[in-house]
């Protein structure tokens, strides 16, 4: 077991997780496409993982993302979800996507036109 934690902690420490400052995950790739079309959550996908390299935050640069199945708000997707301020966002595409990496994940405000939720994790809530 010492192995596998050293393991994890040495990946971990490579590809930066100490300087996370934000996480936006969102809805693309749907094993089952309810909230938008399938193809429109993948080139959203893809076009913020583009910015988000072009501009260096990846990794080093403190903004994480990750593509998660489904967030269980089946409309008016893709949906995303920036923490740690839990922004939740709807609506998405490249231009949106723009306006939350430029507003949100640089310079921490919250892109109130596709915003609908704002639901921050609670230490010892889950």
């Not at 077991?1 to 490579?14: C, G, I, K, N, P």
């Not at 076009?47 to 988000?52: C, E, F, G, I, P």
């Not at 430029?102 to 609908?116: A, S, T």
Request: charged share 20%; with cysteine; aromatic share 6%.
């Amino acid at each position: 077991m010492t192995q596998v934690l050293e393991t994890l902690t040495r990946v971990a420490d490579a590809i930066g997780t100490s300087q996370i400052r934000r996480h936006i995950l969102i809805c693309a790739d749907q094993s089952q496409p309810k909230c938008c079309d399938k193809e429109r959550s993948i080139a959203v996908w893809n076009h913020l993982k583009k910015r988000l390299r072009e501009l260096g935050l990846t990794r080093q640069g403190g903004i994480y993302r990750s593509k998660a199945n489904c967030l269980q708000i089946c409309q008016h997707g893709p949906i995303a979800v920036v923490y740690p301020e839990g922004i939740w966002y709807h609506s998405l595409d490249e231009a949106a996507i723009d306006e939350i990496i430029d507003q949100h994940l640089i310079n921490g405000q919250p892109v109130r036109k596709y915003q609908f939720l704002e639901q921050p994790l609670h230490p010892g809530s889950l």
